[in-house]
């Protein structure tokens, strides 16, 4: 006898989706304090530095998320750690959003003209003092439309952290449907859910690029 209503499968993935949202937060949020640190380095003229940087990307880029998500969950356990998998998903996925956001920024600096590093130096400005007052503004506004469309990438690749066992989204609707037999209906409202919560960032992210590119016009 199956006692499931349609309100009994939304309460539990809107409950669900509360932790979807919380670890997107929490990596997106991580991943940019990461950058930080990580753009500073590549910004540096010293080489070691950069190659360092550009190493960390390449891993992080060119390998599956579902694997990064794997090695911190089962790696720190051959070091006697044990991370839940709250903590494992959260540190993987922060890795993996810093190593594209550093890309994203360190290309929106790149975007600006050389001129203007020239001008501050003649001014007197060192080089903290140009990134700050004079690079930073600008970059943020070349920067932020792709940010935000990468905010929706970091959304969905929280759906892979189900693997490890971590209770978001896609691995509630995987036991409701072993509860409730009916994996369309459960699937198709957590499509809807994930599709409510891409498509504004995805919309923003669209309006600002135009923004974006209007101001350059004019």
């Known amino acids: 006898m199956n ?25 997106f949020l991580g991943g940019a304090l990461m950058t930080l640190p990580l753009l500073l380095l590549r910004l540096t003229r ?15 880029q060119g390998t599956p998320l579902l694997m990064q998500l794997f090695l911190a969950f ?20 922060t890795l993996y959003s810093s190593a594209f956001l550093v890309d994203i920024w360190y290309g929106s600096i790149r975007a ?8 501050s130096r003649c001014l007197g400005l060192h080089f903290g003092q140009t990134l700050l007052r004079v690079i930073a503004p600008q970059a943020m506004r070349i920067g932020i439309a792709p940010t935000v469309g990468f905010a929706v990438q970091v959304i969905k690749g929280t759906a892979l952290a189900s693997i ?44 600002l690029e135009k923004k974006c590119h209007a101001a350059h016009h004019h």
């Open 164 to 207: 490890i066992g971590f209770v978001e989204l896609t691995k509630a609707a995987t036991i409701l449907t072993n509860v409730t037999y009916q994996p369309f209906r459960v699937f198709g409202l957590v499509a809807l859910g994930y599709f409510l919560m891409c498509y504004p960032l995805s919309r923003y992210s669209q309006y």
């Open 74 to 93: 089962f790696g720190p356990a051959l070091f006697g750690i044990d991370l839940s998998p709250w903590s494992a998903a959260a540190l993987a996925l």
């Open 3 to 27: 006692t499931f209503t349609d309100w009994d499968i939304v309460r539990n993935l809107l409950l669900a989706a509360r932790w979807t949202v919380l670890l997107s937060l929490t990596a």
């Open 112 to 119: 600006l003209p050389q001129g203007q590093w020239e001008a």
């Open 46 to 60: 010293r080489r070691w530095p950069q190659r360092l940087v550009r190493g960390y990307t390449e891993l992080f």
